[in-house]
């Protein structure tokens, strides 16, 4: 074997090891962290460690196990995490009965023949006809939010014939090249323009700006294939657009015979109240895409769910889009028990309660610290905190941080700060978000 696969062997079976154990000793702790820091300024990105330093009051937290509503840094400090992944663990961390239906599918079998029909793919696609809205009938599976995008987009334009699209600034729909057109950041855009040709970006929010921009569609001869946007808008800063946009935006869909695709990757699977979001509005969208939480926070998988019309292409030519790895047998599995759980433990309604209880307590703290805190907004367990400025929004995440709770603030944006957690939060950690966040409130009311 020659030098340096002997060497890799080496190193494969140290990591092993590791990843057998239960617990580490100090050394092997300190030793992680070092590894960790060292692997990622040599061979993954440099930039991620300026990055952690500026957001995080100790950059070399490198996490190590989680389960609930927590996760553990390698040293064992325990974190309550308001993040979430971004909105990936609606069921909480590695919960059982999700683990269990991985573990029990993957002494069966793992991935697919590619070949022959697979079970569960048929299953999880009859549960997800069931549980969406309206008419929505057939599923694809992808392995994340930035495919279901890209899937309802090619199905936008095989079904309409048509390939404008109008979507809406602040919205983020994924970053391969398709969804990002949709997205519309220009950090994320700029460097990799040009894009996918006919998208028109317009404010969210404004109904009359989607009527506008689909009048100007049509008598340009540009018709619109699809006007695609988030319920809520995530990534744009928790953005709850006025009760009668969706149901505005859906009838000028239908009057313009443009498909509505309603991109629920982080809004679906209970995080703002209802199973999905769409469900507050009584609004049935042509195209539903979801990921993020669909794999119960254990497996990678997402969809983008249809009526029946749109798939007529793809019944005469079934292979016309394809993927190898979507919709495998662990990660149906996994997409099953979530459902299981979120249905057999009422997450959605939970989400709502602790929602109200979660944003009432908040608003109370902004009201008591307007000179930090602007605005308290959202939808479920789907939160945004407006601070005063950057600086303050990234002092209070860092103050967050270092009393145990992770939030999503950086350093590009912190003005406002999300706060996504489990649904499974118990009111006791939802009480020690609270009581952390009034602290760090105390802390950066004091420096200024
Ligand atoms: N759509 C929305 C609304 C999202 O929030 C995200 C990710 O944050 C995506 C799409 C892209 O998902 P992924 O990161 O899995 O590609």
């Not at 029946?308 to 047998?329: D, M, R, V």
Request: glycine letters at 10%; charged letters at 20%; proline letters at 4%.
């Amino acid at each position: 074997m020659s030098d340096k696969y002997s060497k890799a062997l080496e190193h494969a079976r140290y990591v092993l090891d590791l990843i057998a154990r239960e617990e580490l000793d100090d050394a092997q702790r300190k030793q992680v962290v070092e590894e960790t820091v060292s692997n990622f300024r040599e061979h993954v990105n440099p930039g991620f460690l300026e990055y952690r330093k500026s957001v995080s009051t100790d950059y070399t937290s490198v996490e190590w196990k989680d389960g609930g509503s927590t996760f553990t840094d390698v040293w064992g400090k325990e974190f309550i995490d308001c993040l979430g992944g971004f909105g990936i663990y609606n069921v909480g961390h590695r919960n059982p009965k999700v683990l269990e239906a991985v573990f029990n599918q993957l002494r069966r079998q793992a991935l697919h023949s590619q070949e022959l029909l697979d079970p569960l793919r048929g299953y999880l696609a009859h549960l997800l006809a069931l549980i969406t809205p309206g008419d929505l009938k057939y599923a694809f599976f992808v392995n994340s939010g930035t495919e279901s995008i890209e899937g309802a987009l090619k199905f936008a334009r095989m079904a309409t014939g048509r390939w404008h699209f109008v979507a809406t600034t602040g919205g983020f729909h994924g970053k391969s090249l398709g969804s990002l057109s949709a997205t519309a950041k220009g950090v994320f855009r700029k460097p990799f323009q040009p894009l996918l040709p006919g998208f028109t970006h317009i404010p969210f929010g404004d109904a009359d700006a989607v009527a506008k921009a689909l009048e100007a569609a049509k008598f340009l001869g540009q018709d619109v294939a699809a006007v695609i946007l988030e319920p809520i808008q995530g990534e744009g800063g928790i953005i709850v657009p006025p009760d009668d946009y969706l149901p505005k935006v859906r009838d000028l869909c239908s009057q313009y015979g443009a498909l509505l695709i309603l991109d629920e990757v982080q809004t679906g699977m209970g995080r703002t109240g209802k199973m999905f979001c769409c469900e507050h509005y009584n609004v049935v969208p042509d195209i539903l895409c979801l990921a993020k939480a669909f794999g119960g926070g254990v497996m990678p998988i997402g969809t983008f769910v249809s009526r029946a019309e749109i798939w007529e292409k793809l019944i005469e030519n079934p292979i016309l889009h394809s993927t190898t790895f979507g919709g495998n047998p662990v990660c149906c599995a996994a997409a099953i028990a979530n459902i299981n759980v979120l249905l057999e433990e009422k997450l959605p309604e939970r989400a709502a309660e602790s929602g109200a209880y979660l944003m009432g307590a908040l608003k109370d703290l902004a009201a008591r610290y307007p000179q930090v805190m602007l605005e308290v907004r959202g939808k479920g367990l789907m939160i945004g905190m407006e601070f005063v400025n950057n600086d303050i929004g990234y002092a209070v995440a860092k103050g967050l941080f270092a009393r145990g709770v992770l939030v999503a603030g950086t350093y590009i944006n912190s003005k406002t700060i999300r706060i996504e957690p489990p649904l499974t939060i118990s009111r006791e950690q939802m009480d020690a978000v609270i009581q952390r966040m009034e602290d760090t409130l105390v802390e950066v009311a004091a420096t200024l």
